[in-house]
């Protein structure tokens, strides 16, 4: 791990304007996911920004009965709270599907939505990856890579790694919307739908955020009601990614919502799609997955996310 300065913020604004004003300046919050890359040097950061003590864990309603989420509520907090619970099922099932209780206790809403990509090629720096080494090339699409985990859709030439989150997946299912702060001390609202970007030519710029943005909250809107569920596909059955996971609302008149992980670079869902719910499993991911491109090893993934959702569908 290479040196780097160290400075506990009191302030979000002034965090976020510190963060702009240092280059290579990074927040540190639970660090479950930026330490780790730190040791292996993907993440280098010269000064690390400590918000754990903004005040920023709690969990308040708003004026249209949904929730306001701050951005440093753990996960283990957030599944566990009763109008989580109550309201939002899909969110709790699918925090409880995601890595190991000791790090869903550490683990916080805003870090969650950042984590970067469990590409095999973006961990090893001996291997060219766009992501994190731009222009250098994307390993998972040379001839013989290992491309199981990978993307099937809104990936480009230059990248085609997945976004890791469950949490994110049942919070696009929910249409929920980020708050953050700027570097000029403005709020910004922007939809989750909006929040994670495709690669395109530029895979190393993953979200909508500006420099020194920090995130501040996530909403809810108010309940949708409906049953709920979250299924996640993976190679064994804890702490692992998704191959495929699947969150569904589905109300009493057959119409709802599905969202889908471990298939994309964000949670991939889409209008069209959930209006093909009545028709069943095969008519959503024919609209869903329209214009994939899976590779030969990953092709399944297709299959697999229509079948998880039939099953789904005939629980109901």
């Known amino acids: 791990m290479r040196a780097f300065s160290y400075e506990k913020a009191s302030d979000a ?22 330490l780790d890359l730190m040791k292996l040097e993907i993440e280098t950061p010269v000064h690390l920004i400590d918000v754990n003590g903004l005040g920023l864990d709690e969990i308040t309603e708003t004026d249209d009965g949904g929730l306001r989420i701050g951005t440093l509520v753990s996960n283990t907090a957030l599944m566990a709270d009763d109008r989580v619970r109550r309201d939002h099922p899909v969110l709790t099932r699918a925090i409880a599907a995601g890595a190991s209780g000791q790090l869903r206790n550490k683990a916080t809403t805003g870090g969650n939505l950042l984590q970067r990509t469990r590409c095999p090629y973006f961990y090893d720096t001996a291997m060219p990856c766009n992501k994190r080494a731009p222009g250098s090339g994307c390993a ?34 929910l249409d929920a919307t980020v708050e953050t702060v700027t570097s000029t001390g403005m ?9 994670h970007l495709l690669p395109g030519e530029t895979p190393e710029e993953e979200t909508a955020l500006m420099p020194g943005e920090l995130i501040t909250h996530v909403t809810l809107p ?17 702490y692992a990614f998704a191959l495929v996971s699947v969150a569904l ?6 119409t709802g919502r599905v969202a889908l992980g471990g298939v994309a670079p964000k949670p991939w869902r889409s209008s069209e799609a959930d209006a093909e719910l009545p028709n069943g499993a095969s008519a959503v991911m024919a609209r869903l997955l329209e214009g994939a ?20 569908l005939a629980e109901e």
């Open 13 to 34: 604004g002034d965090a976020a304007a510190r963060a702009a004003e240092v280059e290579g300046a990074k927040f540190l919050a639970g660090g479950t996911n930026l």
């Open 140 to 173: 998972a699409l040379t001839e013989g890579a290992f491309s199981r985990q990978l993307g099937v859709i809104g990936t480009s030439e230059a990248c085609i790694a997945t976004h890791p989150s469950d949490m994110a997946v049942a919070m696009r299912v």
């Open 187 to 195: 709020t910004r609202r922007i939809a989750l739908e909006d929040f």
């Open 222 to 238: 108010a309940p949708v009601g409906g049953a709920q569920s979250y299924h996640k596909v993976r190679d064994r059955a804890s």
């Open 249 to 254: 609302i589905r109300q009493p008149d057959g």
């Open 293 to 312: 491109r899976p590779t030969e090893e990953n092709a399944f993934k297709i299959t697999l996310a229509e079948r998880t959702l039939a099953a789904m």
